[in-house]
């Protein structure tokens, strides 16, 4: 029987509680600002601060299932009906916030109880639209199945529905209130509407016969403003004296309900947000003919690929600016491991890298990611190691730094983790960066971990069956154009360095001519 | 409340576009002679007379309903300009008196509102007592439409229910207003309510005492007395705005009075100076714009009329069923004066207006365009056969069918022939479109060829010329001549007798 039933409802982001984040104060990892996933996150999270998102964006998970339990959710979410239905829960509950906000702001008594009882008016139509609007869906996620079966329950267990009544009930019953104000000198009456006539009405029919043509607008404009000042105060007193009964059962039902949001639900609200805020960033990218799909993803199998993948950072940037993105393929297949680019400055070197690192910690974050078709491996750490400007208040010299750094990589580093590395060893000689080169790539090689290895050097393209030597293009006709195209193929250097030679006009020929003898 | 004394369905709109040749027609017929006659002195009458003059009507019972109003103006022309006076009054007073409100602070605008409307309301009476008084000395639909009207919406019942009003708004018994809840429990859908007879109220008190309770604003709580005013503003806002834009809607039904009157003054300001001058008018007949009429009996320029201190010289025609007509002869003999007399009485008739004439009728023309040799251009910009050309160009760009194309020696610019040339192309063409057209010219082998195809479409006049070389400045008819006596003017200035 057990079978059958969905599973409980937990949470929406996490499959089992211990997948869950430990704590709110997750730090962002150290690799995000060497492969740019911190304007990654920053842009996704934009105009989602209330949810405060970063925390799950911050934490990968470390099994498949998770990853799968995500991906079915993902999957179900780019149904455009449950998405707008989503949106317009949160919207909802949005609003319930903003109300909530005001109850504490205002002064009045009469002010915060009308302004909770509108807020929980809000937050019984959200859960009733929702429970309505799911039943529409055919869903197929485990997560949504098991939400669906806990939201049903909720809406109709006695609470849910006698807080409804009582709250449409009350709302009618202010709505119905109608008072007279008669302003004479300074003294104010309040009593019942007792069907006096529309004057304005009257005037206005007694002059008609003169309408001419559009006239100006003389009407003052009042503020909109919720706060009321104590003249207002005064009469609202009033008005609740000429109707006791509807403002004491008021006083009661605001002391009875404080607590009437359901904590699972109002997680629901603020979790289901990190499946909108990516979705609504991969649109973006849709739009313009990128293409995202959701990668398998093996925690054992280490021949990844990726096809038409691109950096998501750049690609953003690009996208602004209204130009297009190149897109690349990449795979490792049998025993390779390792990427060495190299090729011309410029060439997109940096970008493949970072692109290689974005995709893997999206992945593990369960959701899709920039490509036609994708298998990616599931890690357990990042290391990057990024050319830094050279800080003048470090005692210790570059190459120091440099080395003390991978040190400390290479000594934490197991099979399952992703090394990147970016230009390193840029701050000596070319025997020296060689021979440390080729020292770091045997440790790496012997880890058996996947590695994106960019460098100037090309010996290293071609040390063992675990490398692959890919290159940044240029056009051959013209080499002074980038194609931001990597390819595989041996590093030659000698082609590349001739026509960057001849991009900035340095070539034996150019140099005959543009020097005068 | 529509005045409709311009049109019979159309308010008269002062910021109309004129055609776009309105230069040239002002420049051409010296039009601004004939409407400074007609404003004497007021501008406004001149604004209103050169957009209704410029602006053609194209229907004949359209010239006939006006040709009606105006009937009525000269026979009752002290009461016109009453009329005129208490618009013009009217519009003055409010001017004067109220300075035009912000719509900041609803108390002020009702305030101003209801003294406007006071105002108003003595002005309106004024006009509703001249119906009364003079409905029958009127004939014409128009006036029997606007007096009816006044009459009607206008009586004293409607004067007394308007009186109850503004008293009422003055509030003495205090200001009621309705609210609901909104947002948060806010007062909200403030309105104006009536207080009931009170009377009545006394009544219920006595006998129901429904629940009220009354608080009142201390008196050294300003800002209680500020948000209380905030009250009573949202209450009397909706009726500060209704009577303000009716004030204002009354002021432009004086507005509009004021601006149609204004063409009738300007009608009986000139026919009073012709009158003077004793220069006949009549009421021209008018005929569709598709038939070829021109006949008239003492048609003269008044423009000429109203700046010559003796009588001026009318010219008789017969030029039915001519598409063309083409006027040759003596320097200074009057050919310029007679197509200029053409022009403006084909205005003024299509204005609704009375003719310079004994008697005039001539068919609705579909625009009116003159091109008259010009002086030199003084900017050297273009040589002048360019500058003719251009401005023909332009014109070219507007006429249609039924148009009246006036040509004052065009095409002189260069010599005879190409001139000539150009000219015979043109007017074949223009002819062939059904335009009508009048041709002063000197261009006599353009005239000479024209008169040979002997036409029964064309007309041929000549500027008189007794055969002394005297001048009667009579336009008759009469074949092209080879010269134009020149001559007779160099001799007639230089006094060389033979």
């Known amino acids: ?517 | 409340m529509k005045a409709f004394l311009m049109d019979r369905d159309q308010d008269f709109d002062l910021q109309r576009e004129l055609p776009l040749n309105e230069p040239a027609l002002t420049q051409d017929l010296g039009l601004n002679l004939l409407l400074n006659a007609m404003a004497f002195g007021d501008q406004f009458i001149f604004e209103v007379a050169r957009k209704t003059v410029l602006s053609s009507l194209n229907n004949l019972d359209a010239i006939l309903y006006r040709q009606d109003i105006l009937k009525d103006c000269l026979t009752n022309s002290a009461i016109i300009r009453d009329i005129h006076e208490i618009a013009t009054q009217s519009i003055d007073s409010i001017k004067k008196h109220y300075y035009w409100f912000s719509g900041k602070y609803p108390s002020s605008t009702l305030y101003s509102s209801v003294e406007m409307m006071e105002t108003l309301v003595g002005f309106l009476r004024k006009l509703k007592n001249i119906a009364e008084e003079h409905i029958d000395k009127f004939e014409s639909a128009g006036f029997a439409k606007f007096f009816a009207m006044l009459n009607k919406e206008l009586s004293d019942e409607y004067f007394a229910i308007v009186q109850d009003h503004l008293r009422e708004l003055k509030f003495r018994g205090g200001v009621l207003i309705s609210a609901e809840l909104g947002r948060g429990n806010k007062g909200t859908n403030y309105v104006l309510r009536k207080l009931h007879d009170r009377k009545q109220s006394w009544r219920e008190r006595i006998f129901t005492k429904k629940p009220a309770y009354t608080f009142r604003i201390a008196n050294r709580d300003e800002i209680g007395a500020r948000a209380l005013s905030e009250l009573r503003s949202q209450g009397i806002n909706l009726v500060a705005n209704a009577l303000a834009q009716s004030a204002e809607h009354i002021l432009s039904f004086f507005n509009m009075l004021k601006t149609e009157m204004a063409f009738y003054v300007g009608c009986l300001n000139l026919h009073d100076l012709l009158a003077q001058k004793e220069e006949p008018t009549c009421f021209p007949l008018p005929v569709a714009p598709g038939e070829r009429r021109e006949h008239f009996r003492g048609l003269y320029d008044v423009c000429l009329a109203l700046s010559l201190n003796q009588r001026v010289v009318g010219n008789d025609l017969n030029a039915d069923d001519k598409d063309l007509v083409i006027i040759t002869g003596a320097n200074q003999g009057g050919k310029s004066t007679f197509l200029r007399s053409i022009g403006l009485a084909q205005l003024m008739m299509q204005c609704g207006m009375f003719a310079p004439a004994a008697s005039f009728c001539a068919n609705l023309c579909d625009g009116l365009f003159t091109h008259y040799k010009r002086e030199e251009d003084v900017t050297m910009t273009s040589g002048k056969l360019d500058e003719e050309l251009s401005r023909m160009s332009s014109i070219v760009d507007h006429v249609r069918a039924n148009s009246l194309l006036l040509f004052n020696e065009s095409f002189a610019a260069t010599n005879e022939r190409e001139g000539s040339e150009i000219a015979r192309q043109f007017i074949s063409a223009l002819l062939e479109k059904n335009i009508k057209i009048f041709f002063v010219t000197h261009l006599h082998q353009f005239a000479q060829d024209f008169y040979d195809r002997k036409m029964e479409n064309a007309i041929f006049l000549r500027a008189e010329r007794q055969a002394d070389g005297g001048r009667t400045f009579k336009i008759i008819k009469g074949a092209p001549l080879e010269t134009s006596y020149g001559q007779d003017l160099y001799n007639s200035i230089f006094k060389t007798d033979n």
Request: net charge negative.
């Open chain 1, 1 to 517: 029987m057990n079978d059958i039933r969905p599973m409980a409802f937990l949470s929406i982001l996490f499959a089992s509680s211990e997948d869950s984040i430990k704590t709110e104060a997750v730090e962002m990892p150290a690799f995000f600002l060497d492969l740019n996933l911190d304007q990654i996150i920053d842009a996704i999270v934009a105009g989602k601060q209330e949810y405060n998102l970063k925390p799950f964006f911050y934490t990968s998970l470390g099994n498949i299932e998770a990853i799968k339990y995500r991906h079915e959710i993902m999957q179900e979410l780019e149904n455009e009906v449950l998405f707008e239905n989503i949106k317009s829960f949160s919207k909802n509950m949005h609003l319930m916030r903003v109300y909530l906000t005001q109850v504490d702001k205002l002064y009045y008594k009469y002010q915060k109880e009308r302004m909770f009882l509108d807020a929980v008016s809000i937050y019984c139509n959200a859960i009733n639209c929702l429970v309505h609007d799911l039943s529409l869906v055919d869903l197929k996620s485990r997560g949504f199945l098991a939400f669906r079966e806990y939201l049903g329950n909720y809406a109709e267990s006695t609470p849910f529905t006698s807080l409804l009544a009582e709250t449409k009930k009350l709302i009618d019953d202010l709505l119905s209130v109608k008072y007279c104000l008669l302003i004479k000198g300074d003294t104010v009456q309040v009593r019942k509407y007792e069907s006096e006539i529309d004057y304005s009405v009257e005037v206005d029919k007694t002059f008609e016969k003169f309408k001419q043509g559009a006239v100006k607008d003389y009407r003052a404009e009042f503020s909109e403003g919720l706060t009321m000042n104590h003249v207002e105060a005064r009469v609202l007193d009033f008005v609740a004296k000429l109707y006791p009964d509807i403002f004491s059962n008021l006083d009661d039902y605001c002391a009875k309900n404080a607590d009437y949001l359901n904590e699972r639900i109002s997680i629901f609200d603020r979790e289901i947000q990190f499946y909108v805020a990516y979705l609504e960033y991969v649109a973006k990218f849709r739009r313009t003919g990128l293409k995202f799909c959701y990668p398998q993803v093996s925690q054992e199998c280490k021949e990844v690929f990726d096809f038409e993948g691109y950096d998501l950072a750049l690609a953003n940037k690009l996208i602004n600016e209204n130009t297009s993105i190149v897109p690349n393929d990449f795979y490792l297949k049998g025993k390779e491991r390792i990427f060495v680019v190299s090729g011309p400055n410029q060439g997109g070197k940096t970008t493949f890298a970072r692109t290689f690192g974005q995709l893997h910690y999206l992945a593990s974050l369960g959701c899709p990611v920039p490509g036609k078709e994708a298998r990616l491996f599931l890690f357990d750490r990042i290391f990057t190691h990024f050319e830094k400007e050279e800080k003048l208040n470090n005692l210790r010299g570059k190459l120091q730094d440099d080395l003390v750094r991978i040190y400390d990589i290479l000594s934490q580093a197991t099979p399952n983790n992703i090394i990147i590395m970016n230009e390193i060893f840029t701050s000596t000689t070319l025997k020296d960066a060689i021979f440390l080169s080729k020292a770091v790539m045997e440790k790496i090689i012997q880890l058996d971990l996947l590695c994106i290895f960019v460098t100037f050097i090309d010996e290293l393209a071609s040390l063992s069956e675990k490398t692959v030597s890919i290159v940044s293009t240029v056009v051959p006709e013209n080499p002074a154009l980038r194609t931001y195209k990597i390819v595989r193929r041996p590093a030659d250097g000698l082609a590349y360095a001739l026509s960057i030679a001849e991009k900035y006009r340095v070539t034996y020929d150019y140099l005959k001519e543009r020097i005068k003898s």
